[in-house]
């Protein structure tokens, strides 16, 4: 076994090691917290500003039990949250933010392995990528989705059911006081969405990445499987430091190319493009934007999940969780993949069950056929591509021709989108533009837009919209997302204007504005043009985001931030 990490603090003698000991004896401790064993980090993203992670508590004293039991000495410490309903102007602007300070949190501290508690949306790739920069071994352990929704006797599932719900509002189908009733009915337990949102997602693909024990990531948040998951990564994480299984031993490109099939399967957020993205190149791992496209080709829908299809977490777990899944899936992911418990992807799922096949479908009847899941387009609007979630949208919009109708703003959009003047026809393309990651800045998920009040009145439920910012995970509809560059980069979707034809072609991966070269090359040099010149930077941690961050093509992570910069011990502080 090679050396300890924690032992160039504690193996120390004379006053350096007597001062690293000393504080830790405030709390009881005895000399055996000492004597070599593998000092665990729990890097735990409990708050109460961050709803979905506030029971996060309650799981790191699960897992500080399995790490006593295995003879480690857990060490639990606090780390930047995100919560994803409150956060202004976007979560996303923090996600790199948090992933620095789990970074730099590890690396400097006396720690010879970690477990990672995160939920909500952006907290698991935050927490993963700050850990996969260090390489020190690592489990990560979800907070698990809420209970079901439960509304008027029937489930209701996260986002999914509020973006529903306010449509029928806007249409006047719902009460505003049956709305506000139905708040509460939404959350009816502790932890995050129980749709096949990004938080259901990341804990999914964070699994096929083989980063957390197998089954793990279905498990309701109040169930006391969620526990008892937590004490057995405890007992793993002691076991993965004496072996010094850190994730550049196993995490390859095989286990991406698994990951991003089993969000094709599962039905997966849009986010999680992003957030793999900007994973993989925390793990010098080589994958890129087409990936997606490409290796979801032959991977069927399995998981009816909404807002793809009918379910919600709970039944996903009732039907054997994702080991069903990539059972299921076979020979369509790579099962010699190495997973944290130091079996393959295919020994873990080897013998899983499916309970409830109407959830966990069949690759012979799947939710939908195979190439639903992304599609990722290219053209004269999106250079370097965006993104489109083929399953969340309408078939008959996916090769649509319309005039555009530009917005600078979401909220230009939001104050106009009720006029009875606004110059909307169920062909037009709705854009709103400078809401990618310098723009806004942060990426906010404002793509599904509103469908405009004139539209919903004649029955109409989706229209084509074009967007550099994201959508939640939750949402459905057909809407270009991602778009690279954005405008406020200087990305050619600064120069369309309102009246300009678009074309959405899905099945040849276009994404065009009918506008000659030459007038777009006016345009852009034209001084009294819409063109938006990327705004300041900006003080405080928004400037720095914004002169450092990458486009949504490569992840959105801070470009000084990519790549494994290690764990070797710091210099001494005195
Ligand atoms: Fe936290 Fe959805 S809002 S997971
Ligand atoms: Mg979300």
Not at 221 to 231: K, N, S
Not at 350 to 361: C, G, I, K, L
Not at 451 to 473: A, F, H, N, W
Request: a negative charge.
């Amino acid at each position: 076994m090679p050396e300890r990490r924690s032992a160039s603090w504690f193996g120390l003698d004379g006053k350096l090691g007597f001062v690293h000991r000393s504080k830790l004896y405030n709390r009881g401790g005895s000399p055996e917290m000492f004597d070599g064993r593998p000092v665990i980090g729990i890097a735990s993203s409990a708050s109460d500003l961050a709803p979905c992670n506030a029971h996060l508590r309650q799981v790191a004293e699960a897992v500080k039990r399995g790490v006593l039991m295995a003879g480690g000495v857990p060490m639990e410490f606090p780390t930047i949250s995100i919560g994803e309903t409150l956060m202004r102007p976007s979560a996303m602007l923090f996600r790199n933010l948090m992933a620095m300070d789990v970074e730099e949190t590890l690396r400097a501290n006396p720690l010879d392995g970690v477990v990672l508690l995160g939920g909500c949306d952006k907290t698991v790739p935050a927490q993963v990528m700050g850990a996969l920069s260090v390489d020190l071994p690592t489990v990560m352990v979800t907070g698990g989705p809420a209970l079901n929704g439960r509304f008027r006797g029937e489930a209701v599932g996260s986002g999914t059911h509020v973006w529903k719900f306010s449509e029928e509002v806007r249409a006047g189908r719902m009460s505003a006081c049956e709305f506000r009733s139905a708040e509460a009915c939404l959350s009816r337990s502790a932890g995050h969405c129980t749709t096949m949102g990004t938080a259901s997602t990341m804990a999914c693909v964070t699994e096929a990445l083989g980063l957390s024990l197998p089954g793990s990531a279905t498990i309701p948040a109040v169930d006391a499987g969620r526990a008892r998951i937590a004490e057995q990564a405890g007992q793993r994480i002691v076991a993965m430091a004496d072996e010094g299984l850190a994730p550049s031993r196993f995490l390859d490109r095989r286990s991406f190319e698994n990951a991003v099939r089993v969000n094709a399967a599962i039905g997966g957020s849009t986010n999680a493009v992003v957030h793999l993205l900007a994973m993989a190149g925390r793990a010098e791992v080589d994958l890129a934007l087409d990936d997606f496209d490409r290796l979801a080709a032959d991977v069927p829908l399995l998981v009816d999940l909404l807002p793809s299809g009918r379910f919600l977490m709970e039944e996903f777990h009732d039907a054997g969780g994702l080991p069903a899944v990539i059972r299921e899936l076979g020979d369509l992911v790579d099962g010699a993949a190495m997973t944290i418990n130091g079996r393959t992807l295919a020994e873990n799922c080897a013998d899983a069950p499916n309970w409830r096949p109407e959830v966990v479908r069949s690759r012979k009847d799947p939710v939908a056929p195979p190439g639903s899941h992304t599609a990722v387009l290219r053209g004269n609007l999106a250079p370097d591509g965006a993104v489109l979630k083929l399953s969340a949208a309408s078939p008959e919009l996916t090769r649509h021709t319309g005039p555009a109708l530009v917005f600078d703003t979401i909220e230009d959009y939001d104050a106009q989108k009720d006029s009875p003047e606004l110059p909307v026809t169920p062909d037009t393309v709705l854009v709103v533009r400078n809401a990618g990651p310098v723009g806004y800045p942060g990426m906010p998920e404002i793509g599904n837009l509103a469908i405009p009040k004139k539209m919903l009145d004649q029955g109409v439920r989706d229209m084509v919209r074009i967007t550099d910012g994201r959508m939640s995970g939750t949402s459905y509809g057909t809407v270009v997302l991602h778009v690279a560059p954005e405008a406020a980069a200087g990305g050619p979707l600064a120069l369309l204007r309102s009246g300009d034809r678009v074309t959405l072609d899905v099945p040849a991966r276009r994404l065009e504005m009918d506008v000659p070269e030459a007038e777009l090359t006016a345009r852009a040099s034209g001084s009294a043009d819409s063109f938006k010149k990327a705004p300041t930077r900006g003080a405080g941690w928004a400037g720095l985001y914004r002169s450092q961050v990458n486009q949504a093509d490569t992840g959105a992570d801070l470009d000084f931030l990519t790549g494994r910069r290690g764990h070797a011990v710091p210099r001494r502080p005195f």
